[in-house]
């Protein structure tokens, strides 16, 4: 006999997405162009010359995805608020059309029982600010607060979590190191100031949303931590490409954001880059907000080796492919292949690394709460004779993630939810639409929404707190 597993009754399940990857609808209703639009629409950036101009027409469909959340029985769906479309500029008017669009999203959230989980930045700035230097401009963390202070003032209480940004680790080293995301710059120094505005853009307006909301309000910030481990553990020049990694990878972001400084040692690995001095007095002190929730988006694993020598890391990341390296100062650290499974994204499949991640911050700071804001599967999917999609991998993968944070929340640490990326099928960045990591499909053709077995799987588990097995798909719910 096996033995169910089952979550704490009030474990928050929830399934993800972002603007500009579902929203379309992107010269409508007043939004103004963002980074995105103008990368998607240079050629040669995005697989297949895709763009956001479409995408799943959210902007149209919400009402249709709402009920499917509903369906889902989920008790949270997180999505990110479009800047360009409530503040066409990043500075100056805001966009009252916009701003309704969102008002109007919320409430209906709140009318289904869903609990809006807001994501203030999901990677599509203004192209006017970026015109101003984007991230690597220091202006662009106060345009943020602004920004982040109005939503708050507008959407108010009935937003449950405030998430300041989404893995500001890809804004910084792939939108300006490695040039793989928009708006696509290669310039070291820029991505090394690029994470330091957007760790002060975080504590500005996590401020800023406190004054109008209140201390109580709930306060997130998203991070793509690194799970990385060393080729030969033993090896002295393999412990510090590790240590240096995860310098760059987690500990820029980390320990500004809950402990009020930046690590000497990163500061020093990157002095020949930068001497950091657009870090200006009193920002470590702004940076470091009280953050209720932290949310971790959480993949796959990889692995370093310390090579000595300058022969270059590669773009490991899988968003794309570029010859410049995301990893700042790190030209004599290599990324070696992972073992299989893979996943069409080419990520290995390590679902140990979802319990090592969250056991360790745990161990670092134990009273941080935490959330699963994303994890999930790309593969290639099919419509079989019986018009469904049988997603047994994607299954596999999300059983084995969620049980993986089980037993994370077994030893004890404070996780409060698990969000799926995604809801729907999207614009998946630099892989336009070859990449589906939906539970539900779109067919890009009608924009049809069809529920995958992960679907109805996932489902099951959201009403059940408990995980079902593999193979338990319930067609009836
Ligand atoms: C994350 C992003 C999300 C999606 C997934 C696959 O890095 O936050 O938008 O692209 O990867």
């Known amino acids: 006999m096996t033995t169910v597993r089952s979550f704490p009754a009030d474990f928050v399940w929830g399934s993800a997405t972002a603007a500009y990857q579902i929203e379309g609808a992107a010269s409508e209703g007043g939004r103004g162009p963002s980074i995105w639009d103008t990368y998607s629409h240079t050629p040669g950036l995005v697989k297949n010359g895709d763009t956001g101009d479409v995408a799943d027409d959210h902007y149209h469909r919400w009402p249709e995805d709402i009920e499917h959340i509903r369906k889902l029985n989920l008790d949270a769906y997180r999505f990110s608020i479009s800047w360009p479309r409530v503040q066409p500029g990043g500075s100056g008017e805001f966009n009252p059309e916009g701003i309704a669009f969102y008002k109007t999203l919320v409430a209906a959230l709140v009318d289904a029982g869903i609990k809006p989980v807001v994501t203030l930045y999901h990677w599509d700035l203004p192209q006017e600010l970026e015109d101003q230097g984007g991230w690597a401009n220091r202006q662009t963390a106060l345009n943020f607060a602004e920004y982040a202070r109005k939503m708050a003032e507008e959407l108010g209480n009935d937003v449950d979590v405030w998430t300041t940004l989404n893995e500001p680790w890809c804004s910084a080293y792939l939108g300006y190191g490695s040039g793989v995301h928009a708006p696509g710059r290669t310039e070291p120094v820029s991505a090394l100031r690029a994470v330091h505005h957007l760790n002060l853009a975080h504590g500005l307006a996590g401020r800023a949303i406190r004054e109008v909301l209140g201390e109580e309000t709930q306060i997130s910030i998203t991070l793509n931590l690194h799970v990385t481990r060393m080729a030969d553990p033993h090896s002295l020049q393999d412990q510090d490409a590790l240590r240096r990694i995860d310098g760059l990878a987690n500990r820029l972001f980390l320990v500004p954001l809950l402990e009020g400084h930046y690590p000497d040692d990163v500061l020093e690995d990157t002095k020949g880059v930068t001497d950091w001095s657009f870090i200006e007095d009193g920002d470590t002190e702004l940076i470091h907000i009280p953050v209720q929730i932290l949310g971790v988006n959480y993949y796959s ?177």
């Open 301 to 477: 694993t990889g692995m370093v080796q310390g090579t000595g020598a300058g022969d270059g890391t590669s773009d490991n990341d899988g968003h794309g492919n570029s010859s410049h390296s995301p990893w700042i100062g790190s030209e004599d650290i290599k990324w070696l292949p992972m073992p299989g499974p893979h996943t069409q994204m080419g990520w290995n499949i390590d679902p140990g690394g979802m319990t090592e991640l969250l056991v360790s911050l745990g161990k670092k700071y134990p009273d941080q709460p935490l959330m699963v804001t994303e994890n999930g599967a790309a593969f290639i999917d099919e419509v079989s004779a019986d018009g469904r999609v049988h997603d047994d991998r994607r299954v596999a993968y999300l059983h084995d993630h969620i049980a993986a944070v089980l037993d994370a929340h077994d030893a004890g640490v404070d996780v409060r939810g698990y969000f799926a990326w995604s809801l729907l099928d999207n614009f998946e960045w630099a892989w336009g639409y070859e990449r589906r990591f939906g539970i539900i499909r779109v067919d890009y053709e009608t924009l049809k929404r069809i529920w995958k077995d992960s679907a109805f799987w996932y489902a099951k588990l959201a009403r059940t707190s408990e995980l079902p097995a593999t193979t338990d798909i319930d067609y009836a719910i």
